[in-house]
Structure formats: structure tokens, C-alpha cells
């Protein structure tokens, strides 16, 4: 299993989606339930409640979607008119991902209306950002943050009745604010390769349960190097399949930069066998 910095590590690569610009303050998180708990100091105990916050199925064992991209939308973001012969060679493109946890995830290519002379280039870049959001989507979404209370070195309450909890590791910092609602909130990686921010918001599930009281709809990514800050963020739609609460509807947004559109759909999904 990774470790939590090399998660986070793979969370904050540039390589996902990036812009550089100022960077912009935390946005709170949006408080999908708003039933206030007596957060408590025990490791064991906090590591319980971070991991019935919010829904992440962690006996999820791999997926397998359609991929379709809206050029249309992403072209215009970019302010850029792409020919309509080139784009009708894109919107002809079937692209299908077979992902499992802990994987890189395997695309596949099906240029059904032609392909275009930069098919490798884009074909690369489609790797690099679908793979880039699977690794955000295990370590977070797909997974929680904290599977035991040996993941947290310390739990500090704080006057409003939210909590910061240390997961440091391996000479890197990372503290994770914990909402009295039991929701994650801001977090902060501090390392000497580089320093970040994560800001995840909420939506309530449509049937609240334990375990599933709310789902990640928002993630929001400052990475620091140097004297470059880097903004990325991520906005997900859900769908269901195989018993699965999944990613529908995926929305890359490197601020100031572009947006990328991606849509999974015909989805299955296999569970991991029991035990594993």
C-alpha cells in the first residue's frame, strides 16, 4: 500500500494539470451535513471518524469506462477555433480505460474516423491526464485518507470544535483539518521538495447512511516550488454501478489555463474479494 506522502506526492504532480499564477486563499468546505460531533483526541477513534466522514468505497478493486472528452468545450476554453475536419476526427475517437487500484491505469485507443498526425502527442496527454486523475481518485475519492489510528501521530482539538490531525511521514509534514462534522478539511503538505494545499468540498448523498453521508464533488490543489504556485482543481459528478458510487462527470481545470471536460460512461465495476 502507498504511504500518504507518496499519495499526496502523486496528488500534487504538476504532471496531472497545472497553471502557474498567485495563489489564491482556501476555500472552505462546503458542509454537505451539518450534524456538529464531539470529535475525540484517541488516534484509533479519530481514524474512525475520518473514514465514516464522507463516501470512499475502499473494496472497490478496479473499473472499466467508456471516456468520451467534450472538444467542443475544451477548445473553447483555450480560445482556440479547431478545424472542423480535425475535430470531427477527435469527436470520432473511443478511448477506454481499464483502471485498478494501485495501478497505473491502461487506456486504449480506437481513432474510428481517422487519425490525426499528432495521435502519439495526444495520446500521451490523454494518458497523463486520465492516469493523473485516477491517482488522485484512488488516494482520496476512491480510498480514505487514513485507514488506521497508527496513521495519525497526533490529534490537536481546537476552540471551534474542528480538529488538526499530524500524519506526518517519512521527513514530510501533513497536517489534515478535521471539520466537526467529521468531514476533511484543509490540509497541508510541507516538504523540503515542495509545499501544498488540498481543499476538498462536499455534496450530501441523495440517501444519507453511515459511511455515506456525503461524496468529494470538489478538490481544490495549490502546489508551491520555489517561487511558482501552481492551482489545479477538480470537480467530479457521481453515477452508480456494480453496487459503486463512481465517477460520471470530470472536470480538469488549471486556473487561467483550461479545462478539460471528461465523461466516463458504460461503466463495471469489480469488487475486491474478501480478505484482500
Known amino acids: 500500500m502507498y ?9 500534487l504532480s ?6 502557474q499564477q498567485a495563489a489564491d486563499k482556501p476555500a472552505a468546505p462546503a458542509q454537505a451535513t451539518a450534524t456538529v460531533i464531539a470529535l475525540p483526541t484517541n488516534p484509533s477513534k479519530m481514524a474512525e471518524v475520518i473514514r465514516g466522514g464522507y463516501y470512499h468505497p475502499d473494496d472497490l478493486a478496479s473499473l472499466d469506462c467508456s471516456v468520451s472528452i467534450d472538444w467542443v468545450k475544451f477548445f473553447s476554453a483555450l480560445k482556440t477555433n479547431l478545424p472542423d475536419d480535425r475535430l470531427k476526427l477527435l469527436q470520432g475517437l473511443k478511448i477506454h480505460s481499464h483502471a485498478v487500484r494501485g495501478k497505473v491505469p491502461e487506456l486504449t485507443y480506437d481513432w474510428t474516423a481517422g487519425n490525426l498526425s499528432t495521435k502519439d502527442q495526444m495520446e500521451s496527454g490523454f494518458n497523463q491526464a486520465i492516469g493523473g486523475f485516477y491517482q488522485m481518485y484512488w488516494s482520496i475519492l476512491g480510498g480514505s485518507l487514513v485507514k488506521t489510528g497508527d496513521d495519525i501521530k497526533k490529534v490537536e482539538l481546537l476552540p471551534d470544535g474542528s480538529a488538526n490531525v499530524d500524519l506526518s511521514s517519512d521527513g514530510a509534514s501533513f497536517v489534515a483539518a478535521v471539520n466537526n462534522d467529521g468531514s476533511l478539511g484543509h490540509m497541508v503538505l510541507d516538504s523540503p521538495a515542495m509545499k501544498g494545499t488540498i481543499d476538498p468540498q462536499y455534496v450530501a448523498s441523495p440517501h444519507p447512511v453511515p459511511g455515506d453521508l456525503r461524496r468529494i464533488s470538489n478538490v481544490k490543489v495549490v502546489e508551491r516550488i ?6 489545479a482543481e477538480l ?3 457521481y453515477q452508480e454501478a456494480g453496487g459503486f458510487v463512481i465517477p ?3 472536470l480538469f481545470t488549471a486556473a487561467g489555463a483550461f479545462s478539460l471536460p471528461i465523461e466516463f460512461s ?3 465495476a469489480s469488487r475486491a474479494e474478501s480478505g484482500h
Not at 504511504?3 to 496528488?11: D, E, G, H, R
Not at 504538476?14 to 497553471?19: E, L, N, Q, R, S
Not at 520555489?226 to 492551482?231: A, C, L, Q, R, T
Open 248 to 250: 460520471k462527470s470530470v
Open 266 to 268: 458504460s461503466c463495471t
Open 226 to 231: 520555489g517561487e511558482s504556485n501552481i492551482n
Open 235 to 237: 470537480s467530479v459528478d
Open 3 to 11: 504511504s500518504t506522502p507518496f499519495l499526496l506526492a502523486l496528488l
Open 14 to 19: 504538476p504532471t496531472i494539470v497545472c497553471a
